[in-house]
């Protein structure tokens, strides 16, 4: 997802970026999938869809899930990808900004759940987008956050400089007008949305040496690193030499026998209150 005009999504979009991304889905859709507890034939909207493997994982259990992306190389590349896998049919993807839905007029407060994922952290202001969330559901419907909390990131033994760089890169997201601890905050966006709070939990990323997706954990945080890259050295919040130290011990990281790496992401969903059932029903079509 790259956000707004107003906004400052550090990664870029760039085919390296892609790729990390793509192996990321690879890693967490499935426990994305699992707290969604979808049932099938659920109006899904996914905010932020990105490259949209979690959109067509989504769109699996349900049928077909709309998605609002920005970037059209992100959604040229969903869309690529949706064609090669034979699932185009099942995906809506629409180009838009996240400060302002591009959702019909018959759309607004008809979706069963509205998700989003790794979107908040990029964006100057959530609450305009998690209020459209609330907006677009119906009643009764459930808001999903799925967003980071920067602060959580534990490395042990601990790699040496790691530390330095990603408190760097920390920064530059505040630097930037970004929210690098945003996860702790979405029941609080919730909230001031009129959702009611109705579940909250953490979801596991990591993995220690001798676990397979171990390396690629430590490939994924490396590639961060690496591509915030010129951010981090503009805004003056790290030198290139402190970037690339802190890089390398990481790789080094990698290949000891007693590594751990934890992390975890903060998930936070509401409901949308207003109607009853028969009157969602009639509304639905059902």
């Not at 995906?91 to 959702?103: E, T």
């Not at 530390?163 to 890169?169: E, Q």
Request: glycine share 10%; with cysteine.
């Amino acid at each position: 997802m790259k956000p707004s005009e107003t906004s400052h999504y550090v990664h870029g979009s760039e085919s390296d970026e892609q790729s990390r991304l793509s192996t990321l889905n690879s890693l967490i859709n499935s426990s994305s999938l699992r707290e969604l507890h979808l049932r099938g034939g659920e109006m899904v909207l996914d905010v932020g869809s990105g490259l949209g493997q979690l959109t067509r994982a989504m769109a699996k259990t349900v049928g077909r899930v709309i998605g609002i992306e920005r970037d059209p190389s992100q959604i040229a590349e969903c869309r690529r990808l949706a064609v090669l896998d034979g699932e185009e049919k099942t995906i809506d993807i629409r180009q838009g900004d996240v400060s302002a839905f591009p959702l019909h007029d018959n759309e607004w407060g008809m979706f069963d759940v509205t998700h989003s994922r790794f979107l908040l952290e990029h964006v100057p202001d959530p609450q305009i987008v998690v209020d459209q969330m609330v907006k677009a559901a119906r009643p009764g419907g459930r808001i999903v956050l799925e967003d980071d909390d920067h602060d959580l990131l534990r490395l042990w033994p601990e790699p040496e400089g790691v530390y330095a760089v990603w408190d760097a890169y920390c920064r530059s997201y505040t630097a930037r007008g970004n929210d690098p601890l945003i996860g702790r905050k979405l029941g609080s966006l919730l909230h001031r949305a009129g959702a009611t709070l109705i579940r909250s939990t953490w979801i596991y990323f990591g993995a220690c040496a001798g676990e397979k997706e171990f390396p690629l954990y430590v490939d994924n945080l490396s590639s961060i690193l690496e591509g915030a890259r010129t951010h981090m050295v503009q805004s003056k919040l790290a030198t290139d030499e402190m970037i690339a130290r802190g890089v390398a011990s990481l790789r080094l990281w990698k290949n000891r026998p007693d590594a751990v790496f934890w992390y975890a992401r903060a998930w936070v969903e509401g409901r949308k209150e207003g109607g009853n059932a028969k009157t969602r029903k009639a509304k639905r079509g059902r």
